[in-house]
């Protein structure tokens, strides 16, 4: 089964990163509300339309009130991102630890195995 791509033209490009800036509301939101495949699409788009002039006045306008213009619910959806990026770090640091630590108790076993010093002196020079 194929899927359809759906084309958008360079005004409804604009009308939806027009509608992104001065929504206030995050990547993921505007892609929810335009029915985009992603959110990297408006990110391409962006880098796409960086020097177009209806852009950059585009831009221009909506910088000034960028902050002010943003809703409680963006700011929900920003807050609850990044608490689940926090939690996912904090896994990857635990994990990378205990990988670390499981290193650790390989190489002491190793020596006392082979009783050979695997570990380098930290004064050694190479």
């Keep these: ?41 408006i990110t391409r788009w962006i880098k796409m339309y960086e020097g177009d002039k209806d852009f950059v ?18 700011y929900k959806e920003e807050n609850a991102l990044l608490k689940k990026r926090i939690k996912e770090l904090e896994k990857a640091l635990a994990f990378s630890r205990l990988e670390t630590e499981a290193r650790d108790i390989l190489i002491d076993k190793a020596e006392e195995y082979f009783n050979v010093p695997i570990r380098k002196k930290s004064g050694a020079k190479q």
């Excluded at 759906?6 to 990163?17: F, P, Q, V």
């Excluded at 585009?58 to 619910?73: H, I, V």
């Design 1 to 41: 089964m194929s899927r359809t791509r759906k084309l958008y033209s360079k005004e409804e490009r604009l009308s939806i990163l027009r509608d992104y800036y001065s929504s206030g509301m995050g990547l993921r939101a505007c892609a929810r509300k335009h029915n985009l495949k992603d959110a990297g699409m």
């Design 57 to 74: 006045s585009l831009q221009a306008e909506l910088a000034e009130s960028e902050m002010g213009n943003r809703s409680k619910d963006s």
